[in-house]
């Protein structure tokens, strides 16, 4: 467990949300060493906009340099149509970046957040994957990586709704976490035998757990499965993973 804040240093919670613009850190703490070095880290990481704008000249481009055949001479259909094709499925797999959905059965990766697990079964242990389903008796370790967040508050949801807490092991205050890349749970749960799918939902948001568990209910009473990945498709401080359960 992290060594308690006094105060006179920035919390990675804290510079986070600075980066992010969302409560911009005191004067005090805004010089501080710490919130300098992750702004330089963040800003050498970032990466380039997309910019949909220049793949489409690109692909018009790729069309308008085709050489032109000599007169008489026959040009196949596909040689014909291969630079509009080729520009358009480069444009269509950008846009997949953008819009694709996330898999609805195991690791969903949302921005610097990750939730991972690995599955303990008649004594064998194997690593979690989206082709991995679980049953009734396994049990889970957790693994995750916060990217600049500090605490973490583990909920998960059975098929019945039903919504419960697993970190904090007691009391609501969000657990303090190591920031930056990835890191075991100690511990593990075990699976009961409640009809799936399983949903394991984990906040860096510095949320405690009561709220977190209201808002994953509200989430799943809307729209079941579908609502509550949408909450997590929506917030880069919350992870998912949706375990199938048959």
Known sequence: MSRL??????????IGRDLAGEAPLPPSLAEHPATLSWRAEVASTQPPPLDIAALRARAERISDDAPTPPPGQVVSLFRRVAPWLAGGLALAAALLLIVKPPPRNGIRVKGD????????????TFEGAEDVDVRAGDRLRFSYRAGVYDTLVLVGVDGTGTVQTYWPEEGSIPFAITPGERQLLDGSIQLDDAPGPEIFVASFSGVDA???RAEVSAAYEASGVDGVVA???ARPDIAILVLDKP
Do not use: I
């Open 231 to 233: 909450l997590g498709a």
């Open 210 to 212: 009561d709220g977190v």
């Open 5 to 14: 804040n006094d105060g006179s240093r920035p919390s990675r919670l804290g």
């Open 113 to 124: 957040t990750e939730l991972g697990f690995a599955v303990l079964r008649d004594g064998q």
